[in-house]
């Protein structure tokens, strides 16, 4: 059976082959597609997020609109309410016996059961199905492998719900965001959410008034309020679980007395008291909490309770929009949780590239056989050995992080690691130690390791180091002493150097000793559903190439446009002229009636008019010039200023009678009504490269080694045997190649640019470049790209494969597509597109042929680059393909 969370994926694929279809909120689907650098269903690439994250956005609205932020339980009813009581009971974890069924029939009572019947929850022993129905809001899990970027996906998802609430303000969106997660750590990683680059998750049109309107505050320590205003909206408030707990956590110190810790108690609940205050003033709130495992467990413990009550009674006070939850471990006592609604695993992470590859990279020494202090020197000559001179692209050296339980174990092993360090040449100022006892250089350290400066490789640790920990440079962890079996410790400790950056091909290692490696093969198990093994064996499925730039100046293509303008009538004013109206009747007068009651009368209304009437006065309202010329410029499309100018001179003591409002609207609308639309041809010139936006700001990155600029993709390593440079292949005529290797999709791709090439070897003709363009799909690196009208009926780009241009300013667009493909409706509307507009070039300037073709080329293809070859080399020309 299938989990919830591949339902939903699945049903969220669909919807974005449908084009994103929402009749109510059409933007999202605007908002969806420009996370792409092309469109979603071509080869692109994605223009900020990482795959998973986008996979989750998108996941994300399709519950919130398609599914209109349906309860846990609704969800499971859709998905699994079959007619068969058994199909929701095994999803939902409900275990069923035979005498069970006699008496639950059908998913309303076995609801019933579980709400109610705190014996049965016991019995069957699925408090976490108790703890999913009885939330009175709509609540997720969205369970990402560490490093996936949980905090990019909370700051946009946030970032997408303002700017929905921007364009829809009647909607129910997200207005203000409370983002809070357990200790210091998470919360100093969560400070990301300050720095997300909002244009590339944004449209240009939402983006400005997102950051206009955008508030985010981090309450400061020992702060009594959290500063922002009661009741305002689009405020971000990022904080700890213990700032904001209904019920203060204080703990009691040895040399304090009763009176003292009542005293502090209280004092500490108050603050917190005034900080929910003002959290629950704020309207369309929705709650976000980071490593959610904390909150939502199998057991609610003492601490869990005191956050899920925190959330239920900020819900009673302001309904929440939905409650979002992100953590790297979906399961709990082997069991996932139920309110998963979506899931990439530590496997899938080290298949994309986003962890690094623990391929082989497990070492276990067994306890009690080999002495300490050699178990450390092979530790520190196996990192040295690997990693002594691995460093990041940024220039960071690779560090290694020991993890101890206790003081001794850290002050022996010292000793050992800095003989190891003596033994091998290395200088021992490398070891830096961090503990709760740590001074506040150590932790100024500490806190700069990811500084490509920080000299510090060798970290020894207690009781840091674990969640939240972002240290990219750390590609391997060592715990040989025993640890801690509580809180999963072992398992965060032992995978915080999986966190992978852009550039770097390094796999990642892990010491244990025997003990500690069963108890992580067991955490593996319990919270990913994965076992050491499988982990050993997995390897990076895919790779990030850079594309070096040959020749940022390539020439441009001129093509015709028929463009579409709205222009004013001949005779029509250049300017909106408004006048004072003068067909506004008075106000008819509003009178009141005076009644006396008489209950002396039987059977009749026991009020009685006294037959007078007083007129009420009625107070004239009025608006000021400013506000008016605000909103009819906005409404209408107008200058502000030319406005004000207008009405003004209209209303010189600047109020504006309400009832002249409709009279000048209509002069606005009438005058508006003198346009006509018409249809003219421009000349356009297409960069088929593009180095610099219109600022002058650099597009591609530089690489100061090699003096050239460069594009990253990410591609995997089974299609690494389809890239192609001139080393591959002569290029005699320096035609071809503007950017390498050129990164071709199919096999037939890389046919027909070997072909082509081949041909323009032995004569060039009058070909001035001839280019495969099929990785460039960023429409701010290139304009070498055609709108079309999907099946979905929105208009998307379109970027073709190839391009040969000829001196003469002509050029020859060639696509290559499957044979199962010739008749896709979007690829037929791709054609069509471009057809339309060959037609409307001069002289067949420019000509396009897609060739449909299957795994190899067939004579039909040969047939059709002959014309091709025809068109290089003119119609005289009789040799053919071979």
Known sequence: MQHLFEKLQDDTLNWRKEGYPCQDYPLIGEVLRHQFEGEANDRVHLKYLREPQFQSLELYWFLRLVLQTSHIVDLYKHYYDTGDIRDFCEAFGIPLTPNDLIYITNVDTVINLVENNPEFVKLKGIDPVYEAVTLPYASYIFALAMGTGKTVLI?????????????????????????????????????????????????????????????????????KEIQVQTGSTYNVI?????????????????????????????????????????????????????????????????????????????????????????????????????????????????????????????VQYPIGTIPDQDVIRSVIDDFFDHYGDVSLPDGAKAKIAFYFKTQEHLDTSHQHIQNALTGRGESTTQVLV???????????????????????????????????????????????????????????????????VKGNTHTAKIFLDTKNSTILDKELQANFGTTLGELRKQDAETEEFALRIRKPDLPKLKIMQLVRKVVPLENAPKEIQLHKPTDVGETAPTFRSILTPDFTQRGASPLTALGTQDEVEITHRTTDCYTLARRLATNYHLSVIDTLKNLKKLYPEGQVPYEHLDSLCKQVEDQQQNYEVIEEQIAEHLALIRIHDADGNLLFEKDEAEDCYVHKVRLRKSKADLLFSEKDLDDNHDVSFHYMPYDFDSEPEQHFFKTILATLNQSVADVKVFLFTGSLTNTRKTDFHFEYKGTDNNYHRYFPDFVIVKNTGEFYIVEIKSENERRDPDVIAKKKAVKRLAKLQPDAHFEYKVIYTKDAFLQENLDEMQKIREWIYGDDETSTFT
């Open 155 to 223: 700051g946009t998802i946030i970032a997408t719900e303002f700017a929905m609430a921007l364009r829809y303000p009647d909607g129910e969106f997200m207005k203000n965001a409370l983002v809070f997660a357990p200790g210091t750590t998470i919360i100093e990683s969560l400070r990301e959410i300050s720095d997300l680059p909002f244009d590339q998750i944004l449209p240009a049109s939402l983006h400005r008034d997102f950051l206009a309107n955008l508030k985010i505050t981090y309450p400061q320590t020992g702060a």
């Open 434 to 500: 961090n503990t709760q006892k740590s001074s506040p250089q150590e932790i100024d350290e500490f806190n700069q390791l990811n500084n490509p400066d920080s000299q510090k490789r060798i970290i020894l640790l207690i009781g840091k180091g674990t969640e939240g920990w972002n240290c990219p440079s750390l590609f391997a962890c060592a715990l040989i002493k025993e640890q801690t079996t509580s809180s999963n410790f072992i398992l965060q400790a032992s995978t915080r150097c999986l966190r992978q």
């Open 238 to 362: 990022v904080t700890n679980t213990e700032k904001i707990a209904l019920r203060a956590n204080v703990k009691k110190r040895n040399n304090q007395t009763e009176f003292e810790f009542e005293e502090k108690k209280e004092q500490a609940e108050l603050e917190a008291n005034l900080r929910l205050q003002k959290i629950t003033s704020l309207p369309s709130l929705g709650v976000f909490s980071d490593e959610a495992h904390h909150t939502y467990g199998n057991k609610i413990d003492a601490e869990l309770k005191r956050v899920r009550e925190t959330v239920n009674y900020i819900h009673e006070k302001t309904p929440l929009v939905a409650v979002i939850n992100t953590t790297g471990t979906p399961y709990a006592k082997r069991q996932m949780l139920r309110e998963v609604v979506a899931w990439y695993s530590l496997g899938e992470g080290i298949k994309d590239n986003i962890l690094k590859s623990l391929h082989n990279g497990i």
